[in-house]
């Protein structure tokens, strides 16, 4: 039970409120939403589900050793990888639906606001 609901805590923490609700929470500490945008889309989210295992087992290194195992790549391999992950979800991050429109991809919603 122990390890399950560990996992389940570390797995799960990818829901995120809908553009609504973060729209009415904004309003009720007396902000104006003017717009908002979803950053995000199947890619992004790909990438985000593919790389859970690999966060999970960096943190349990982490929890041990005290460090992230990254600390053993060069930095020119990690600037590497950064670059080529940047280039496969680029338009998911360039991409901006504007309004107030549902994305199950969506990994960030970005507002506009001015305070009431």
Request: proline share 2%; aromatic share 18%; hydrophobic share 45%.
């Given at each position: 039970?122990?390890?399950?609901?560990?996992?389940?805590?570390?797995?799960?923490?990818w829901h995120?409120?809908?553009?609504?609700?973060?729209?009415?929470?904004?309003?009720?500490?007396?902000?104006?939403?003017?717009?908002?945008?979803?950053i995000g889309?199947?890619?992004?989210?790909?990438?985000?589900?593919?790389?859970?295992?690999?966060?999970?087992?960096?943190?349990?290194?982490?929890?041990?050793?005290?460090?992230?195992?990254?600390?053993?790549?060069?930095?020119?391999?990690?600037?590497?990888?950064?670059?080529?992950?940047?280039?496969?979800?680029?338009?998911?991050?360039?991409?901006?639906?504007?309004?107030?429109?549902?994305?199950?991809?969506?990994?960030?919603?970005?507002?506009?606001?001015?305070?009431?």
């Amino acid at each position: 039970m122990l390890f399950s609901g560990a996992a389940n805590g570390f797995f799960q923490h990818w829901h995120l409120m809908d553009a609504k609700t973060w729209k009415i929470l904004l309003e009720g500490h007396g902000f104006a939403v003017e717009e908002s945008t979803i950053i995000g889309g199947q890619k992004t989210e790909w990438l985000f589900r593919f790389g859970l295992p690999f966060s999970f087992v960096s943190f349990l290194f982490k929890s041990f050793a005290g460090f992230y195992p990254v600390r053993f790549c060069s930095k020119s391999i990690v600037a590497l990888l950064t670059k080529k992950v940047f280039a496969f979800i680029k338009d998911d991050l360039s991409a901006s639906a504007k309004g107030d429109h549902h994305n199950e991809y969506a990994i960030e919603y970005a507002f506009k606001c001015v305070k009431k």
